[in-house]
């Protein structure tokens, strides 16, 4: 059984940076895309970043430039480096593997169990 167990959430004012990582156990991430969805507080929860197992990186529109997403096959984690973070960014923040898919892009799969990132002054 697939689980995935997102840390490094929390806190940070505008402009600064946050990790995140995602532990999966039960799975290779390298056998599967990953990536991160979040959840803005009232709304629907929406696609971020992946990586395939390629190696490709994808990124919604609003976070490229901002946020980085790598993975570290040897410890089975991703990671989510965002930066100049802003308020809009406010969101709980899933990790998930499984299939990717483009138009529009996702991944079809397993779901963490979610880290609150809050920006604010």
């Known amino acids: 059984q697939v689980q995935l167990v997102e840390s490094g959430g929390g806190l940070v004012q505008p402009g600064g940076s946050l990790r995140l990582s995602c532990a999966a156990s039960?799975?290779?991430?390298?056998?599967?895309?990953m990536g991160w969805y979040r959840q803005p507080p009232g709304k629907q929860r929406e696609f971020v970043a992946a990586?395939?197992?390629?190696?490709?990186?994808y990124f919604a529109d609003s976070v490229k430039g901002r946020f980085t997403i790598s993975r570290d096959d040897a410890k089975n984690t991703v990671h989510l480096q965002m930066s100049s973070l802003k308020p809009e960014d406010t969101a709980v923040y899933y990790c998930?593997?499984?299939?990717?898919?483009?138009?529009?892009?996702?991944?079809?799969?397993?779901w963490g169990q979610g880290t609150q990132v809050t920006v604010s002054s």
């Open positions: 990586i395939t197992t390629s190696g490709t990186t």
């Open positions: 998930k593997q499984g299939t990717f898919g483009m138009a529009p892009l996702r991944i079809a799969g397993s």
């Open positions: 039960g799975s290779r991430t390298y056998d599967n895309a």
